[in-house]
């Protein structure tokens, strides 16, 4: 039977190859070819942002999965897309839901539930993630006997508390009765492969579970490929258009503004995202170590599907500056040292022992008899790439993006150290250099909606750089709402970054107040957050008035303290016990209303 369409959007060929398909199929066959297209045109919706509703008698699955995600800084979002792209394209339903928007009450309900967090400062669970945390963790929380799931952390294992958060709910859905789907997986900085790992094996057990393992699996459409995406797997070469030195003389500290073109990448950012730059290792400090081990820089490593030289691996793609537990415990087994052996049983003197020391201490102080190159750099993980907030809006500088970077340089353990990413854009990278880069979304750190709202910027030191962005995107969108900046440094004369341009727009109106911190510039040290409570009365105010709070920098110490500062403001101005004031700012973070980039 030829099928006629006077009116069908296919040409003559397609249509005539069409019926010559359909003229073979058996009943059964035109029953799976349905649902093959239905899943083929459900993916295409979904890599273009609709969304997919398919017929329950053309998509069998039984299966719809809930991904909860939980991050600071939007990888685990990523994560959570990926697997629910790849769950949907092979016929599986499923939805990605921000933790902080999701209301845990309706875990009782789920049946399928896989849950992604990274880990924030000491094994805190990240800001958007709190309430559920607490909630799993508190007497409310319901049995979940009839809840399959499976965990996906992202962490740093350099961190003594690494994937800590996954590990907790992990741990936390067992005790409730929930059953784990495939096991839980822990990801170091470089993730992008055991996330894959995961999400397939999920997928499959998903998959298998619902009796749909004959279901075609959809690949995304093709074209999709044909386009160059720049991304954390495939970086941008930018090219270096400036470079100069923020920091006065003087200065304890080397701050610099550099400024990459992005012309011809078709990346795109928004005040309040990082930028992802893949840095290399200090040669000096490369060939120490293969000086050290005996090494001969020219041979060739085994690596991925290619083979590279052992210099070149080691500059471009292993980290050399932090030592982790996990490599410390392979090489102590390696080494056969009862002393390494204790120091790695006893935490808190292994702790102390990492403080400042990188792979070059480590083949010193516990040599490995016979240790080939192959395993050497089999021990090492991969070179993860360093995240710089972006310190500029692109509505205002278009093709090109900003960032402040501090170098980092100090003296340990008799030995001269520095940072990877910063000393490298600080002393060997020149104009018309190129800079592998990558856009790291954060809607975790976004100027509000509504232009009419105002905004308090807490930013010392290189924390101030994602507020630049905000005062160049609100002047380019001639915001009205008030902005109002906290900076702290060292000193005024030398540390004071980007004066010019803050007290530009404070002449001009768009900075409605400036107050500054300069911690050495008298006897008693001074800090954003004393000068947060010099000025408690009118933050209140601001806060009563929709005010939106930004904090940026420093996660150990500032961040903690100017938490501390708005907890007595808004217990003190609002005449709250300290508890009602907990919870005030857990409202505000649950509203996007208090935001922040720690590190």
């Not at 003594?160 to 990801?187: M, S, W, Y």
């Not at 910027?457 to 630049?468: D, K, N, Y």
């Not at 969108?477 to 004071?496: E, I, P, V």
Request: net charge negative.
């Amino acid at each position: 039977m030829n099928i006629r369409l006077d009116n069908a959007p296919l040409t003559d060929e397609q249509l005539a190859q069409l019926n010559n398909l359909l003229q073979d199929l058996e009943s059964w066959q035109v029953e799976w070819l349905s649902g093959y297209l239905s899943g083929f045109r459900a993916a295409q919706e979904a890599m273009q942002g609709q969304a997919v509703s398919v017929p329950d008698a053309q998509q069998p699955s039984s299966v719809a999965l809930t991904i909860l995600y939980g991050s600071q800084t939007g990888n685990t979002e990523d994560v959570a897309n990926l697997l629910a792209e790849k769950a949907l394209a092979g016929g599986i339903e499923a939805k990605v839901v921000d933790m902080a928007e999701y209301k845990p009450k309706q875990l009782k309900n789920e049946e399928y539930l896989a849950i992604l967090s990274s880990t924030h400062g000491e094994g805190d669970p990240p800001d958007n993630a709190l309430d559920l945390y607490e909630f799993l963790h508190s007497r409310k929380a319901p049995e979940l006997k009839q809840l399959q799931y499976s965990v996906l952390s992202l962490g740093d294992s350099s961190y003594e508390f690494f994937c800590q958060t996954g590990k907790d709910f992990d741990a936390r859905l067992t005790a409730l009765g929930a059953t784990a789907i495939v096991p839980r997986v822990d990801c170091d900085v470089d993730y992008d492969e055991a996330a894959d790992a995961w999400i397939n094996e999920l997928i499959e057990a998903l998959s298998a579970t619902a009796a749909i393992s004959n279901t075609p699996s959809f690949n995304l459409p093709a074209q999709t490929a044909a386009k160059t995406t720049y991304d954390r797997k495939n970086p941008f070469p930018a090219e270096v258009l400036e470079k100069q030195v923020l920091s006065g003389r003087g200065s304890s500290k080397e701050v610099l503004h550099l400024e990459l073109s992005l012309d011809g990448s078709g990346l795109q950012y928004q005040p309040g995202d990082a930028l992802g730059v893949y840095a290399q290792n200090d040669p000096a400090l490369v060939a120490a170590v293969i000086e050290t081990l005996g090494f001969d820089p020219e041979t060739l490593i085994d690596n991925d599907t290619e083979q590279q030289k052992l210099s070149e691996l080691l500059l471009y793609q292993r980290e050399i500056t932090v030592l982790t537990r996990p490599m410390l415990e392979q090489w102590a087994e390696l080494a056969g040292s009862d002393a390494l052996n204790s120091l790695v049983a006893d935490k808190a003197a292994l702790n102390e022992w990492l403080q400042g020391r990188d792979v070059l201490d480590l083949i010193q102080a516990y040599p490995i008899k016979n240790l080939d190159a192959t395993t050497f750099v089999n021990l090492l993980r991969k070179l993860p790439p360093r995240m710089y907030s972006i310190a500029s809006s692109q509505a205002a500088v278009e093709d090109e993006v900003h960032i402040t970077v501090a170098a980092v340089r100090y003296s340990a353990h008799e030995r001269e150290r520095s940072g990877v990413a910063s000393t490298w854009l600080a002393d060997r990278l020149t104009e018309d250099s190129k800079v592998p880069v990558y856009i790291d979304s954060n809607k975790n750190f976004k100027l509000p909606d509504d232009d009419n709202t105002p905004i308090i910027m807490i930013g010392p030191g290189t924390g101030v750089a994602p507020f630049r962005s905000f005062m160049q995107e609100r002047e380019e969108r001639d915001a009205t709402g008030r902005n109002w900046l906290f900076f702290g440094d060292q000193h005024f004369l030398s540390d004071f970054l980007y004066q010019v341009e803050w007290l530009a727009w404070r002449k001009s109106g768009l900075l409605t107040r400036l107050d500054v911190a300069f911690s050495r510039d008298q006897a008693e040290k001074v800090y954003v957050q004393h000068r947060l409570r010099q000025n408690a009365v009118d933050i209140w105010n601001w806060l009563q008035e929709g005010a939106h709070i930004y904090v940026c920098g420093d996660a150990d110490n500032m961040a903690p303290d100017v938490n501390e500062a708005l907890l007595d403001i808004i217990s003190q101005q609002g005449g709250k016990t300290r508890d009602e004031a907990s919870d005030y700012l857990r409202q505000l973070t649950r509203d996007k209303r208090y935001q922040r980039d720690v590190y």
